[in-house]
């Protein structure tokens, strides 16, 4: 852990989904944790932006930089990282497997958040809308759902 701050520092690997999910459930408001960076590798033009300090909550008032993927194993080193959530999930396992390999050959934890951790409660009755990976057309089916149910309702 870093000397001066005894938090455990994250780093949250991720698409703009389900890391960010993962950071407001789990990281967001709690003080054992800080959360340095979230990583990009599928969205374009994401890296060299932050996770808006609006949403990040009380500890983060600059924010959450989100950084290319590619440099994971040299943040891991520079910024003393203890451990890595893995947060996206259209990779095979090779290729998971892959970069558990690079962050713990640059000396930190590789983790996955089970949905216990992560899950949400709901009032009202839910339909998700899922799909193999980033890009299928996720948000559109919402969009065209939700404007749908809000007709016949």
């Known amino acids: 852990m870093a000397e001066t701050d005894k938090r455990m520092r994250i780093v949250i690997m991720g698409a703009a989904g389900r890391d960010f999910h993962n950071f407001n459930t789990v990281y967001r408001s709690n003080p054992n944790y800080k959360v340095v960076a979230f990583t ?20 983060y008032p600059q924010g959450i930089p989100i950084v290319e993927e590619k440099e994971l194993a040299g943040l891991i080193r520079t910024r003393n990282i203890d451990r890595v959530i893995f947060a996206y999930s259209d990779l095979s396992h090779a290729e998971v497997m892959h970069k558990a390999s690079i962050v ?50």
């Open 40 to 59: 990009a590798s599928q969205i374009p033009e994401i890296a060299g932006r932050s996770y808006p300090a609006s949403l990040s909550g009380d500890l």
């Open 104 to 153: 713990l050959a640059s000396g930190a934890d590789f983790s996955f958040l089970g949905p216990q951790r992560t899950m949400l409660q709901a009032r009202v009755p839910v339909i998700a809308c899922c799909a193999v990976r980033t890009g299928c057309g996720k948000s559109q089916v919402t969009q065209w759902l939700s404007r749908l149910l809000k007709n016949t309702a």
